[in-house]
């Protein structure tokens, strides 16, 4: 737990979110500034920066992460038509939040397949 840190906040229950599914490795929850129609952020309940501090031992959790975004796919009934799953890394990867996380979005055609 890093005590300055929103997704930690959320995932101890110490800041209000639109959470929609949780368990003891994850907590998904819908983003404040909504993208598209769904825009769901999955992250770990444990601080983990970005990819680039995740460990060997961490792909069953990332692994979970997906798993998760898929099974929120269909629960908001995107998951025929599809949806994209984002994890912003560092400043060029445009990471604005240093609690790494899942992009569930969808209900709309996207744009571009990068943007
Ligand atoms: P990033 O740019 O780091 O990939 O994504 C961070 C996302 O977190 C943004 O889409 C932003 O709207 C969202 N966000 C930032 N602060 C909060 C918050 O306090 N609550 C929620 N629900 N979403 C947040
Ligand atoms: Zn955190």
């Given amino acids: 737990m890093t005590t300055s840190c929103m997704f930690c906040k959320i995932a101890n229950h110490e800041s209000k979110a639109d959470v929609v599914y949780r368990d003891d490795e994850v907590t998904a929850f819908r983003d404040i500034h909504p ?7 999955i992250v770990p309940n444990r601080h983990i920066e970005s990819i680039n501090e995740m460990k060997p031992e961490d792909q069953p959790l990332v692994g979970h992460m ?8 269909a629960q ?5 038509e599809g949806y994209r799953l984002i994890m ?28």
């Fill in 35 to 41: 993208v598209a129609p769904t825009h769901i952020l």
């Fill in 66 to 73: 997906v798993f998760t975004a898929k099974q929120l796919a």
């Fill in 76 to 80: 908001e009934g995107i998951n025929e």
């Fill in 88 to 115: 912003n890394t560092g400043p060029h990867g445009g990471q604005t939040v240093f609690h790494m996380h899942l992009h569930l979005i969808g209900g709309q055609r996207m744009k571009h397949p990068m943007g």
